[in-house]
Each structure stands twice: as C-alpha cells, then as structure tokens.
C-alpha cells in the first residue's frame, strides 16, 4: 500500500499523494460495497418476505420505510465520496450498482449487462435517468433528489408488483 502511495518514489509520502490514494481507493471500493445494515445485512429472506418488507415501506410511519430511507441515505454517501452533498453522473451510476444489488438478488431487478449492451449505453442510459432527478438542472443531484426519485421508483416498482400478485 505505501508503494501505490509514494508516487514519487521518494521513499516518503506526501499528505498529497495520501489524500490521492484515499480517494482512489475509495472510490474504487464504493461500487463494491453493499450499503450498509438494509435488511438488518440478512440474505436469508425469501423473495416474498422480501417483497412484503417492500410493501410496508410504502407506509412512511413504519420502521420498515425509516430502514429504506437510511439505506437511501447510505446509498448516496457511497456516491458522495467528498462529502460536498452532491453526486456527478458517474458517482450516480455507482449508487445504482450498489442499490440495485438487494433486488437483483431476489430476482427483482435484471443485472447491467442483462439491461445494456455495453458500459457505454449503460452510462447513456443512466445519465438520462439523472438529468430527470436532477431537479434543479446544476449539473449535479442532492440528497433530497436522490430520495425523492428512488423512493417513487421504488412506490412504483411495489405497486406494480402487488397489481401483478393481485391478478394472479
């Protein structure tokens, strides 16, 4: 670790080059992480226990949406790796590997390389859903426009699912 540090290779480093490698590494590592404690960290619930902690979520005075809402919160300070309250387009695409992992997981949500033929249209794609959540058109999304997007997103995902399961 201290040669990826010493860029000079000068046998020293500098605050510089550690604050360089602390965010390199760093953002290397976000995309990697799954946010912390949703769920309680379980994998052993079942595709419907699943969906029916979704369903109560949709209620914003249960325990189960305050779980969500910290989820969403630890999601976006994944993306926000210099603390400034806002994320890029390429932190965004980051945030939505690490959130996607709880549905792909349950079958809920196909995986990137299902959805787009290259990284290229992926990130195209994604863009596209930012400048949507990017209210206030600066080039960036807040906390608020995070939450405010992902939790509709997710309102209608459920939504949809409950009107599937009622048909059946």
């Known amino acids: 670790m201290f040669i990826d540090m010493d860029i000079e ?3 020293y480093v500098t605050l510089d080059n550690w604050i360089q490698f602390a965010v390199r590494h760093i953002t290397d590592k976000v995309g990697t992480v799954l946010p912390k404690d949703f769920l309680g960290g379980t994998t052993d619930l079942s595709t419907d226990e699943f969906l029916e902690f979704m369903v109560k979520c949709l209620d914003r005075s249960t325990p189960e949406f305050r779980e969500l809402y910290f989820f969403l919160i630890n999601t976006f300070e994944m993306g926000d790796v ?3 309250g806002k994320v890029d ?3 965004f695409d980051r945030m939505i590997e690490a959130a996607s992992v709880i549905p792909k ?3 809920l949500a196909p995986s990137s390389e299902e959805l787009f033929p290259t990284d290229e249209v992926r990130l195209l794609v994604r863009r ?3 400048d949507v959540m990017d209210t206030n ?4 999304i807040s906390l608020n426009e ?3 997007y992902a939790y509709s997103h997710i309102v ?3 939504t949809a699912s409950q009107s599937k399961a009622n048909k059946k």
């Open 105 to 107: 997981r349950y079958g």
């Open 82 to 84: 210099k603390r400034e």
């Open 156 to 158: 209608n995902k459920v």
């Open 9 to 11: 290779k000068e046998g």
């Open 146 to 148: 995070w939450i405010n």
């Open 128 to 130: 596209a859903y930012f």
């Open 137 to 140: 058109r600066n080039g960036t």
């Open 89 to 91: 387009p390429v932190a």
